[in-house]
């Protein structure tokens, strides 16, 4: 078979099994083989065709206990197996590699065919198409490009190629890329790690969303550029009126973000979303202890960062109660102490957000904006208001 037509054949092999429905799953592997005749697609195979074994056994449970003979006798029959669960493959080279590359070499030729494989890619990828790098040589040389390209690349480290002595790291790899839920817990997980991190960025962010969730959780609507934040601190936020200065509460001796940045190395090191399970007993709070803590804080603050009275009756003070789960759920509504002391030392306002969707007006004086004064000494929660099912 001339290189013209091996090119030819395999490509028309590879449409042959092209999703209907578009491509779940797209994997890339590194280039077709020197000998055409091993290529992935061609239904008749009979040696050095370790990716397809690999990858049959990895993907389907029949296939695992399946000998090689067995499983290449089947090979049309998983083929199409492969293409009904929406699972495709492309090369990122569409040559072979040069005999004895090296693996900078391999780079080099990888690097070069980028412009066409994105083209590839976006011919068979939607937005959601997952996309999984196979081999060290591909991760290291497609991976950002095709990140910046807006591809959803699944795997955060290189999936070893199952040749000879490398089939478990691979199985163990592609489960990691495969499982929806352990991306989910760590995509979450960066995302806490960069919001709870210490550069004054990151505080706006957070000051901003205490604010945006303790409105929503009173049941205002509103545009995104009614809170602004002013050049001069304090108030962190303003909203119609409201001169919002944004403290915080939680467990004493948390570092959040050394917390985040723990968990968020576990989670890249597991091989499922099952080895993050951790089994707690959730409690409750009583509004009454939530009080208690944000009223000693408050006279802490009028006796120092705050001394000025005409600041306190400028400013709406709003608490992000942030105890770790395991020592606060959720609040129970009851009792709640005098808040007398609060009104004495001149606040316009003391509100509390707790978690991102349950809220409490503590006080509101005369001069507080009628939205807070309107639902004063309501515990409320997002989800308890109309429209909010």
């Not at 080099?108 to 081999?135: F, M, N």
């Not at 929806?180 to 969303?209: M, T």
């Amino acid at each position: 078979m001339s290189s013209g037509n091996a090119v030819v054949s395999i490509e028309v092999a590879r449409k042959s099994y092209l999703p209907s429905g578009g491509v779940e799953v797209l994997f890339i592997a590194e280039a077709p083989p020197a000998d055409p005749r091993r290529f992935f697609y061609f239904e008749r195979v009979l040696a050095h065709d370790s990716l397809y074994l690999s990858l049959m056994r990895a993907l389907f449970e029949e296939a695992t206990d399946l000998d090689a003979v067995e499983l290449r006798h089947r090979k049309p029959e998983f083929l199409e197996r492969f293409k009904a669960s929406r699972y495709y493959l492309l090369d990122a080279s569409d040559a072979p590699m040069p005999a004895k590359a090296s693996p900078s070499k391999k780079r080099r030729v990888l690097t070069a065919a980028l412009p066409r494989l994105i083209e590839k890619v976006r011919e068979v990828a939607a937005d959601d198409t997952r996309i999984v790098l196979i081999s060290s040589t591909v991760h290291s040389a497609c991976c950002a490009s095709l990140t910046a390209a807006g591809f959803n690349v699944v795997n955060m480290e290189a999936i070893d190629f199952p040749s000879s002595g490398r089939q478990r790291e691979f199985f163990r790899k592609l489960g990691r890329a495969l499982d929806e839920e352990l991306h989910r817990i760590i995509r979450a997980l960066e995302a806490s790690v960069r919001f709870f991190a210490a550069d004054e960025n990151s505080k706006r962010v957070r000051e901003r969303y205490v604010v945006e969730h303790f409105l929503r959780s009173i049941g205002l609507t509103f545009e995104a550029d009614e809170i602004v934040r002013p050049d001069r601190d304090p108030p962190d936020a303003t909203f119609r009126g409201a001169a919002f200065e944004v403290k915080e509460v939680q467990r004493e001796g948390r570092r959040r973000h050394e917390e985040y940045k723990a968990k968020l190395a576990k989670a890249r090191a597991a091989s499922s979303a099952a080895e993050l399970l951790e089994h707690f007993s959730p409690e409750n709070i009583a509004i009454g202890d939530v009080y208690l803590r944000i009223m000693d804080d408050t006279r802490a603050l009028a006796a120092t960062r705050y001394r000025s009275v005409a600041t306190r009756r400028s400013l709406d003070l709003l608490y992000y109660f942030n105890l770790d789960m395991e020592t606060s759920w959720g609040i129970d509504d009851g009792a709640r102490p005098c808040i007398a002391p609060l009104i004495t030392e001149g606040w316009r306002s003391v509100s509390f957000l707790h978690g991102s969707r349950t809220a409490c007006v503590i006080a509101a004086g005369s001069t507080a904006p009628g939205f807070l004064t309107a639902v004063q000494g309501v515990l409320m929660d997002v989800s308890d208001l109309p429209d909010n099912e």
